[in-house]
Each structure stands twice: as C-alpha cells, then as structure tokens.
C-alpha cells in the first residue's frame, strides 16, 4: 500500500491504495475464521440481546474509522489533530444508546518485541517501559480515575448494571490478569508509511497476533477483560491495508480500541503503537523519569476507560459520536502529587494521565473534565 494525505473531517489522515495483502498468520484451523473474517461484527446471542437500543446508528465521528470489512475502531487522534475534531468542541454529556458495558474489567498487556522491525532495522522499547505500563494496568482499577467510569451502566432484560470499578478477578496483581512478552517476528509490512518506511502493521495483523497469543496462554474473551498490545518503536499502524486512518506523526492516532470475536466470544483489545511524545503528550511532567512511558499511560486510560464505557460503540458516547476520553484528551487537571509531577498516585505509584468525562460533575457546572470520580 503506498499512502498519500487527505483531510477527512478537518482531520488529516494518511489514505492508501490496497494492494494483495501477504499472508501473515498460520493457515487456519478447518472451520475456523480467517482474522480478517474475525474483524467482521458478529451479532449476539438472542438472548444477550440489549433492550433500549439506539434508534438510529452512531453518529458519525472522525473517531470511528471502519475498513473495508465494516470492521471499526475507535481512535485516540494525535495532540495536532485534537485541535481539528469536534471533540474539542462537544461539551457533552454522554448519553446511553442501550448497548453493553464492561462491568468489571481485568486488563492483559502483551508485548510484541521481536528482535527487529519488518525492514530489518533493531526493535526495542526504552528500558523500563513494560514495568510502567504493568503498573498502569495493574493499579488502574479501584482507583480515582477508573472511578469515574462507575457513574455508568447497562440495561439488559430490565436489569441495570453500573460499572463497579473492582477487578473481575482479584489477584496479587490487581486488575492486571496476566502480560506476555512475544518475540515471533513481525509480519511483512503491508502498508507503506513514509515515516515508517517498511514497517507498519494493520489491524488484521494485530489481531492475528492477539488471537494466536489468546490460544498459546488460554485466555479467553468476555466483556470483563481487556488485551493491550503494545509493539517496538519504529513500528507504524493503520487501521487497514487500505489506510483509513495511521498513527502518522502530526496527523494520526495515538492509539485505538476495538473489539473481535474468538470462538463466538467478543475480545476487547487497544492497539497501543509506541507513543511519541511530541505528538501523544499534552504536558513536559514525567513522573517515572520515562517520557516513552509516561506518554504511553495515558493513552492507556484513555482507551481503557473508553472500553469499559463503550465496548462494542452501542453504549455511552454523546450526540455528536464522542466518548468519555475524547472530550478531555490531553487535558490533565491540577498536579497534587510528586511534587507537583504527577495527578495521580495509585497503589504508590505516581502517574500523569488525562482526565475523563464525569457526567455528574457535568449536571453541576456544566464542565465535566475530572480527576476522580464522584
């Protein structure tokens, strides 16, 4: 796929032309989908069906980029294209469209770190990166932050269900089920990027790669957990062969969320490409004295608590197709902590993230940017 630059939207995004994918994942068991069958929206069972749902699909957002399949995801766009999103202009609140939540949530982080990028080139992460974003993932749960997220809920057969803000298991780790650490090679880049030249991944790969990891460690899929994969500097990402939207610098996303289905199950996973700080970071404030994963936390909570919120893009976003982290991306409130570094401090660690939406304190002052929840 070679790429070029369209406006979509008011946002810049990298566009390209398809070209013959190459195949990047073991030939599928008999009777099996193929990945990219997989990112196809499966319906569910009749009787998890939602009551109360939208009368009228989501509205449409630059946010939500669908390929070729119908497949979407949710983007966290950069700091230079926040500015040109109506994010920044929607005040909100987040409304319910009758879809699901996830109630509980356990987070599982998988590093994809061959010894080097498709071109050749070395693979690396900063050295204590993957312990941060353990961390992250670990102490998200229970804590200021994620307690915003339990103001909402679900409606399903007559009953409602708030977000409880607990982890669905509870370990020695916190919410944080389980990390893995992959070194197969990368697959062939099948997108052209030219600030990535010869390395850039779509979804369909991402997914081959979360499935087959899925398999090897038995974990399974429910709307009580949640995959991070999280791949080598230097690795560039498009949502598809196509290129309907890249983590192209200045212009792009910085992460996404999205949802598959593994054996009729859906899996909740955020694609978490490393993150360059001059374009996923609204503050100089590195309290780990690690920019590479201080910038990376916050796109964490940020898809994190956009999953919990809106898993499946059916739940809770507002009028004009906006979700609870997108109307406050790289707004980070008031620094109380670590003399001044950091806005948060969980399970003594100290971390500087964005704010979420809060619809409560919204239905006070009409301004519902907070750093912890009611």
Known sequence: MSCV???????????????????????????????????????????DAYQNPPESAKPASPLDVTDELGHSAHVFPQKG????????????????????IMPKVTLFTIYWLPSKLPNGQPATMVSGYQAVLNNVAADYVGHDLSSITTEYYQTVSGTTTYVSGLPSEVTSTGSLGGTYVDTDPYPAS???????????????????????????????????????????????????????????????????????????????????????????????????????????????THEVSEAITDPESSAWYTAKGNEIGDLCAYNYGTNTYDSGKANQFWNGHYYEVQREFDNHLYAIILSGCSQVGP
């Not at 195949?23 to 193929?34: I, Y």
């Not at 500015?83 to 409304?95: K, M, V, Y």
């Not at 460690?217 to 994969?229: E, I, N, P, Q, S």
């Open 81 to 100: 294209a926040a500015a040109q999103l109506n994010a920044t202009t929607d005040t909100g609140p987040l409304l319910y469209h009758g879809g699901p």
């Open 5 to 47: 630059i369209k406006s979509v939207g008011g946002m810049t995004l990298a566009l390209g032309v398809m070209l013959m994918a190459p195949s990047f994942a073991q030939e599928p068991e008999a009777g099996a989908l193929t990945p990219r069958e997989q990112a196809v929206p499966t319906a569910l069972p009749e009787e």
């Open 190 to 300: 099948i997108c052209s990027m030219p600030a990535f030249p010869g390395n850039c991944l779509d979804d369909a790969q991402l997914q081959a790669e979360l499935l087959k990891v899925l398999k090897l460690k038995g974990w399974t899929g429910a709307l009580d957990r949640m995959y991070l994969v999280f791949t080598a500097k230097g690795l560039g990402s498009c949502m598809d062969a196509g290129g309907k939207s890249c983590n192209t610098p200045k212009s792009g996303y910085c992460a996404y969320h999205s949802h598959t289905t593994l054996n009729g199950t859906p899996v909740v996973y955020g694609n978490m490409p490393y993150a360059d700080p001059a374009d996923c970071s609204g503050t100089s404030s590195s309290p780990n004295n690690n920019v590479d994963a201080d910038t990376e936390s916050t796109a964490v």
